[in-house]
């Protein structure tokens, strides 16, 4: 699933090539992507909107139009968006929509799961949805040590699942929380509320760093995520923990274990990470 690294380098190469330009014809073709609202309906707002600028907020991707209305696009499991400069693009049985944009260039919309979702809000709409289902930006200056050590206070869930939760800080997934964990010496199954001060800084660095060496290695290919030039994130390659199972730990040596916290398959190192 497209965490924060992914959604984030996706934004940033189609930033440059959407914005500016107007939603000339839009087909929509899997009513699963817009439900409760016709795909139709929805296709029919859309054309004519000029995007003023493209953004991210934890994993939702945010096209903001010329009119304030915005069009907010959740990845989920398997999608992917790809822009292909001109012509029609080659045939895909995923393929759930297509805006073809002012000049003449296409993004396509591709989702193998089909849990991805489309959502057009009206004016006024987009931050009071999104502060709902959203803590801070992990790299923003609205997260503190401070707020973290708040947002844990008194919390009997594992840490993992505590990160997991989007309400705690946005934009954390199965792999970055297992990196960022590792990063900070600190165990998946430490319940959230006993962290001393010292492993709640250590926490908030690990995160920091985890998704900033994701972001720097246009995140991670595992399956479906693919850039929107068709290329592939190298973060795969980088991984200190997650996938590893019996593998050494980079800092020890230790083979690395597998259990599962928050419901997720989970990897650390049992020894650099201490109940
Ligand atoms: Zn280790």
């Known amino acids: 699933m497209p965490e ?11 930033a440059p090539l959407v914005e500016g330009r107007r939603f000339e014809r839009v087909e929509i073709g899997d009513p699963r992507l817009t439900r409760p609202h016709d795909p139709r309906e929805v296709a029919l707002e859309l054309e004519g909107e000029t995007v003023a600028a493209l953004e991210r907020r934890g994993k939702y991707l945010v096209v903001r ?8 696009i959740h990845l989920r499991m398997t999608g992917s968006l790809t822009h292909a400069s001109s012509g029609a693009p080659a045939e895909d049985p995923y393929r759930r929509a297509v805006v073809t944009l002012d000049n003449g260039s296409d993004v396509a919309y591709r989702d193998v799961r089909r849990f991805g979702t489309w959502l057009l ?5 987009l931050d009071p949805y999104l502060a709902v289902k959203n803590g801070p930006e992990p790299l ?4 503190t040590t401070r707020f973290l050590r708040e947002r844990l206070r008194n919390r009997t869930a594992p840490l993992k699942a505590a990160l997991l939760d989007q309400r ?11 990196e960022a964990l590792w990063f900070a010496r600190l165990h998946p199954h430490q319940p959230a509320g006993t962290l001393a001060a010292e492993q709640v800084r ?11 060496r994701g972001i720097a290695h246009q995140g991670a290919t595992l ?11 190298s973060m795969q390659h980088e991984f200190n923990v ?17 259990t599962r916290a928050g419901g997720r398959g989970t990897w650390y190192c049992p020894a650099c990470q201490r109940l």
Request: glycine share 14%; proline share 8%.
């Open 223 to 233: 399956r479906d995520y693919r850039t929107p030039d068709g290329g592939s994130g």
């Open 4 to 14: 924060l690294p992914e959604v984030e380098t996706i934004r940033a190469q189609l």
């Open 140 to 143: 923003g200056a609205d997260f």
């Open 242 to 258: 997650y996938g590893r199972e019996g593998e050494p730990c980079p800092r020890c040596g230790t083979p690395i274990e597998k």
């Open 65 to 72: 139009f010329e009119t304030d209305r915005a069009l907010l």
């Open 168 to 178: 705690t800080v946005a934009g954390l997934g199965n792999i970055y929380v297992d």
């Open 121 to 125: 809000l009206e004016p006024g709409e």
């Open 202 to 212: 250590a926490a908030h660095r690990g995160v920091r760093r985890a998704l900033e």
